[in-house]
């Protein structure tokens, strides 16, 4: 039977045509956690989901200046294709965009027909498996911040924040937002289905955070991919630019992306809460913030994954830059908000807003999982405000340190798979080399006139 003759597929596309949907747009990841997308017409779904859609594997290496990175399997094999069909329970029409619809994409290797060693969403399928294989099903809750930014002709970059009102974090409304962004984009992100439930501009002028629903991992991350590229069409649509980057400008702080995470037992229990246990958390959850910290330094290269995130962190930031938890401490890197019972959890602050939510999520899982495994207790929490090195250890300080770990840590690379953590360093190795040949505005200020 040919997929036009496929049950499943028909009464998906006739939900699709009886909400004036004619194109559908299959979306997936790349590396960087971009959307890859290609429109499809309505009618020519059923040959979209019987042979997939053929896109160049090197789509994986490619940098956000177009560079091909010579990750083997890509350039040195003739560039092959990766076949990605669409998943059409996930299609949704786009609120912004009347008769489009968008689904999520399953990746594949056309010679063998397994997944693609890059793809990030069966990375973290892979990490759930082994979760599953413990009795545990990991439950995530995504916070993300961004940058609006408006067009500024004859700046070094031609953008500034949009407004640049200093002073009012935690507020909303056009105090913070004359313009009314936030709350248009409230109201799309809703209509989209991604789970989004509050917002309010945050610290830095022109900086909003938006929150999601807590939901099992592999459906956050995915709700997660779905909002960034949402985010940043509507913001197209205003003539604006939406920025995820961790830290764009140096007056001001950087973008985090905050992960919330528990596991629920056999039963569907939350497998943290113990209210006899120190804490009142149970030693699952405490060898959970163990393996957080232990593995850090090698998760850095997932959480945080540019040259540009590493300018985040540093003493008094809010943003991590060492290696600790504490109880309800936003100084710590791994932070246990006060609740209990249900909804006992562990938030790692360590991910910056420009991470691949799938890696971000699959990582964090997978130093979780390993702490479960070593079944070790973590040392004593943070108390008071953090930034002292005297007591705990340093994050790596730049993307090669943090890409080094991550080879290092064979015990992390082992949960993650070795093909992918290969292409992985390859690719972003390159992104770091690159900009060590990259003369900078700094450093023709610094040094042009008296050198």
């Known amino acids: ?35 890859r997308a290609r429109d499809v017409l309505l ?53 912004w965009e009347p008769g489009v619809a968008a689904c999520l994409g399953e990746v594949s290797d056309p010679a063998t027909g397994e997944p693609a060693a890059e793809s990030p969403r069966d990375l973290l399928r892979t990490v759930l498996a082994h979760c599953a294989e413990q009795g545990l099903r990991p439950v995530v809750g995504p916070e993300l911040e961004y940058f609006l930014l408006e067009p500024a002709p004859g700046t070094p970059t031609g953008w500034r924040r949009a407004p640049e009102t200093t002073g009012a974090v935690y507020t909303a409304g056009l105090r913070a937002d004359p313009a009314n962004h936030l709350l248009r984009t409230l109201r799309q992100l809703r209509d989209l289905g991604v789970g989004v439930t509050n917002g309010n501009h945050e610290f830095d002028g022109g900086q909003i955070e938006i929150n999601l629903t807590h939901s099992d991992a592999l459906d956050a991350a995915d709700r997660a991919f779905r909002f960034k590229a ?52 149970s030693t699952t959850a405490r060898h959970a913030v163990a393996g957080i910290l232990a593995h850090a330094p090698a998760l850095a290269a997932l959480a945080n994954p540019t040259v540009n ?81 005297a007591r705990s250890a340093l994050l790596p300080t730049s993307l090669p340190e943090a890409l080094d770990a991550l080879e290092a840590d064979t015990a992390f690379t082992d949960v993650l798979g070795k093909d992918f953590t290969s292409s992985f360093l390859t690719y972003k190795r390159n992104e770091a080399e690159r900009f060590g040949r990259h003369v900078t505005d700094w450093e023709f200020t610094e040094y042009a006139y008296h050198l």
């Open 43 to 95: 009618d020519h779904l059923p040959s979209a989901y019987e042979h997939g859609l053929a896109f160049c594997r090197a789509v994986y290496h490619t940098s956000p200046q177009g560079d091909v990175v010579p990750v083997p399997g890509g350039l040195d094999a003739g560039l092959p294709d990766v076949c990605v069909r669409p998943d059409l329970s996930t299609a949704v029409p786009l609120p």
């Open 1 to 35: 039977m040919s997929a036009s003759d496929s049950p499943d597929i028909r009464r998906h596309m006739e939900r699709l045509a009886a909400e004036g949907v004619d194109v559908v747009r299959v979306q997936y990841p790349d590396l960087m956690g971009t959307d």
């Open 309 to 389: 995130s590493y300018k985040r962190f540093g003493p008094d930031t809010l943003a991590p830059w060492l290696i600790d938890w504490g109880l309800d401490n936003r100084s710590a890197m791994v932070r246990i908000p006060p609740e209990r019972g249900s909804g006992a959890r562990l938030e790692l602050r360590l991910g910056d807003a420009g991470a691949n939510p799938y890696l971000l999520v699959a990582g964090t899982i997978a130093a979780a999982l390993l702490g479960i495994r070593a079944g070790e207790e973590p040392a004593a929490p943070l108390e008071g405000y953090g930034y002292d090195t």
């Open 230 to 281: 949402a985010v940043k069409e509507l913001a197209r649509q205003e003539g604006r630019l939406a920025t995820f980057m961790a830290k764009p400008f140096g007056d001001a702080g950087g973008s985090g992306f905050h992960l919330h995470l528990s596991c629920d037992d056999a039963a569907g229990r939350n497998a943290f809460d113990d209210p006899a246990g120190a804490h009142g958390l």
